[in-house]
Nanobody
Framework: QVQLVESGGGLVQPGGSLRLSCTAS????????IGWYRQAPGKQRELVAT???????NYPAPVKGRFTVSRDNAKNTVYLQMNGLKPEDTGAYYC??????WGWGPGTQVTVFS
């Protein structure tokens, strides 16, 4: 079972930036499309970015143009650069395959406050 660990969250003001990291325990990670998910308090987990093994990315409308996902397969790591953060971006952020194949990591908390 691949283990995932997310990091890089924090407290920021609206308009601020954060860079999240997701590191996997096994190199098989590089073969999969990986997604970043977020879960706001009281809401379901939602997908905010995906990246294929070859680097093709996709974003839903609410974050398009503000979030950028990238990966370094040599480090078994996927990143999420978040710019222009808004209060509605607040939540716990997780990574997993695009089909949520593996167990969830601990997540990393992002809080955007005025």
């Amino acid at each position: 079972q691949v283990q995932l660990v997310e990091s890089g969250g924090g407290l920021v003001q609206p308009g601020g930036s954060l860079r999240l990291s997701c590191t996997a325990s096994e190199s098989i990670f590089t073969l999969y499309t990986i997604g970043w998910y977020r879960q706001a308090p009281g809401k379901q987990r939602e997908l905010v970015a995906t990246i294929t093994g070859g680097g093709i990315t996709n974003y839903p409308a609410p974050v398009k143009g503000r979030f950028t996902v990238s990966r370094d397969n040599a480090k078994n790591t996927v990143y999420l650069q978040m710019n222009g953060l808004k209060p509605e971006d607040t939540g716990a952020y997780y990574c997993n395959t695009a089909s949520a194949l593996w167990g969830w990591g601990p997540g990393t908390q992002v809080t955007v406050f005025s």
